[in-house]
């Protein structure tokens, strides 16, 4: 006889592990700290590096006026403009980075923790069925 309702929680942890399980698994086996900062230092040298191109676009295009007018230009002022647009740049993109990744982790948390709330129930289900088989003798008759 077929129990309806293991079948359908057996379906809706194969359904869970074939789509969210591929996403939030990898996540809910890390530390909140952890999992946010890798984020926060793959932000760092992603920001740096988009920054640092940023700056090259900037000074292709205007190359040849810098070419013309550097020896006019305050460097130390143009240097420190640069650190501090950096600066602004790194802590925006850092503030984004630890929401969005705060709430991503605490995503995956809850549906990993409904997961496994499921299979805590499929779970008592065999035992309460292990418990009925081991009361009878090898013959399915009752002791």
């Known amino acids: 006889?077929?129990?309806?309702?293991?079948?359908?929680?057996?379906?809706?942890?194969?359904?869970?592990?074939?789509?969210d399980g591929k996403r939030y698994f990898p996540i809910s086996k890390f530390y909140r700290s952890d999992f946010i900062g890798i984020a926060l230092i793959r932000n760092f040298f992603l920001v740096t590096f988009g920054y640092c191109l940023l700056l090259a676009c900037v000074a292709?295009?205007?190359?040849?006026?810098?070419?013309?007018?550097?020896?006019?230009?305050?460097?130390?002022?143009?240097?420190?403009?640069v650190l501090a647009g950096y600066g602004?740049?790194?802590?925006?993109?850092?503030v984004i980075t630890y929401i969005v990744y705060t709430v991503k982790y605490h995503r995956a948390k809850k549906s990993v923790k409904g997961y496994f709330e499921n299979l805590e129930k499929l779970n008592k289900y065999?035992?309460?069925?292990?418990?009925?088989?081991s009361g009878r003798n090898s013959k399915g008759r009752r002791k």
């Open 88 to 94: 602004i740049v790194l802590a925006l993109y850092t």
């Open 1 to 19: 006889m077929v129990n309806e309702e293991k079948v359908k929680t057996m379906t809706r942890l194969s359904i869970y592990e074939a789509r």
């Open 126 to 133: 065999y035992s309460r069925k292990e418990k009925i088989m």
């Open 60 to 81: 292709a295009y205007y190359g040849e006026y810098l070419m013309e007018n550097i020896h006019k230009m305050d460097l130390v002022k143009t240097g420190i403009y």
